[in-house]
């Protein structure tokens, strides 16, 4: 596959790319009506419009479902969070209390009179049994239990509130109460994310469990017979194609221009380390002020090559097992995984603007591992192209020119941007809280 472009504000993936995604359609399965009258989706922080530490409207609402709908002409209620949001659980970084009003974080949704019902369902943090089995329970707020709070906000609202014998329901089951016609399924990225960014391989999910409760969530999906909706599953991205990841190579742009070798030497690092980002800000003080400080005992600085193995492998096995209950369930898988590859392999080109998978390269977020606005519109618009060959349908695809003008995600100047090597941290000045206020 090529590089992934644009072209009169369409996005495109060069050569081969669509057929490749074309190819994980069920065996022998035949092109069917698709009605996008109820779109429904169940997920995880991706879908969801997870960005910069926390959920929050700005990125909600250009969320790559939302922005499918959009196209689709087809109504897409969503929680939408109130700025500056809250903290969803965010993988090798600090997660703030559940507290609304809050530091950072704001008073709840956003919607009042609130929506009856919502069509994005997906939660960040949510696991494959989270979808299956986590539902909103009282109080509203849980100070020391951020998953639940954002389970109440998302699922719960305004049930919670009115207490008037609602039922409450996990996602799997909210969607199937909604009669959905379409749904998109995107799971198990945070199980393998949480692993990845926290160097810690026994987070990985057991593929044997992970596998029957993806195929229960298909089946209970498709267990309407001839009313059952059509389903698209998602493949779970390489979270080391992400922007959290920098190789000790590529270190280098933000350290100064230290070499591999000087970073591996003065940080007390191997060549085949990886920095995330606290360990990127950690590098550039302990260089400057040279005290001799290891980042391998600074937690969530550094991630080895071997918890990088395991993850791979584990993310392989988990595709396959999403690929096979997909067939047998006779649903159609997206390969996002291949879509985010070809970012980090190539970029993203817009216009004159290259966009890339590196951190502050304007395709992720101040998290490093959920996209910004026009990642999210890539994804749109890869999902539109999947459904238009799998379904004959003739969805027009998001401007992505448009999208990136006012994407928070793109905080280089596009001079920086078109350059592969990002401006150096010592140079910006940056630290942890000024990432975290600039939400």
């Known amino acids: 596959m090529k590089q992934l472009q644009s072209s009169g504000g369409r996005t495109r993936l060069l050569a081969a790319a669509l057929p490749v995604l074309l190819l994980l359609a069920p065996s022998g399965a035949q ?21 910069d530490f926390g959920l929050r409207d700005i990125y909600q609402k250009a969320s790559f479902p939302a922005q499918m709908a959009a196209q689709m002409k087809t109504a897409f209620p969503q929680p939408i969070i109130q700025s500056p949001g809250i903290s969803g659980g965010t993988p090798g970084f600090n997660t703030l209390p559940a507290g609304l009003p809050f530091t950072l974080q704001g008073a709840g949704r956003n919607d009042f009179p609130p929506q009856l019902f919502v069509f994005n369902l997906a939660m960040p943090g949510a696991t494959v049994s989270d979808a299956l089995n986590l539902r909103p329970a009282s109080p509203l707020i849980q100070p020391a239990n951020t998953k639940q709070t954002t389970a109440n906000l998302i699922l719960g609202y305004p049930s919670l509130i009115i207490k008037n014998n609602v039922p409450y329901w996990s996602e799997v089951e909210y969607a199937i109460a909604m009669n959905p016609t379409l749904v998109v399924v995107e ?37 309407n017979g001839g009313a059952a909706p059509q389903v698209v599953v998602m493949t779970i991205p390489n979270p080391f194609d992400t922007a959290y990841f920098t190789s000790l190579k590529n270190a280098g742009n933000y350290l100064s221009g230290a070499s591999a070798n000087q970073i591996a030497a003065s940080l007390g690092l191997k060549q085949d380390d990886y920095l995330t980002p606290t ?22 600085t550094v991630v080895n090559a071997s918890t990088q193995s395991a993850v791979e492998a584990n993310v392989a096995a988990l595709n396959s097992a999403i690929t096979s209950a997909a067939k047998d369930a006779g649903a159609y898988v997206f390969d996002l995984q291949a879509v985010l590859h070809q970012v980090r ?65 793109g905080r280089l100047k596009p001079s920086v941007r078109k350059n592969s090597n990002p401006v150096p941290l010592t140079r910006r000045r940056l630290d942890m809280t000024t990432l975290r206020g600039r939400r």
């Open 279 to 300: 360990g990127l800000l950690q590098g550039v003080s302990a260089l400057v002020t040279s005290n001799g400080t290891s980042l391998s005992t600074i937690p969530n």
């Open 345 to 409: 392999q190539n970029g993203l080109t817009v216009g004159a603007q290259t966009l890339t998978a590196d951190y502050l390269g304007g395709f992720y977020s101040l998290d490093g591992y959920y996209p910004g606005q026009t990642g999210q519109a890539l994804i749109a618009n890869q999902m539109l192209a999947f459904l238009n060959s799998t379904y004959k349908t003739n969805f027009g695809q998001v401007d992505i020119t448009t999208v990136m003008k006012d994407d928070p995600a």
């Open 31 to 51: 092109a069917q009506t698709l009605d996008t009258t109820q779109f429904v989706v169940i997920g995880e922080g991706l879908a969801a419009g997870m960005a």
């Open 187 to 223: 799971l198990g990225y945070s199980e393998v994310l949480a692993a990845a960014a926290t160097n810690d391989p026994s987070k990985l999910p057991n593929v044997g469990t992970f596998t029957s409760d993806y195929k229960t969530i298909l089946s209970r999906l498709k267990a």
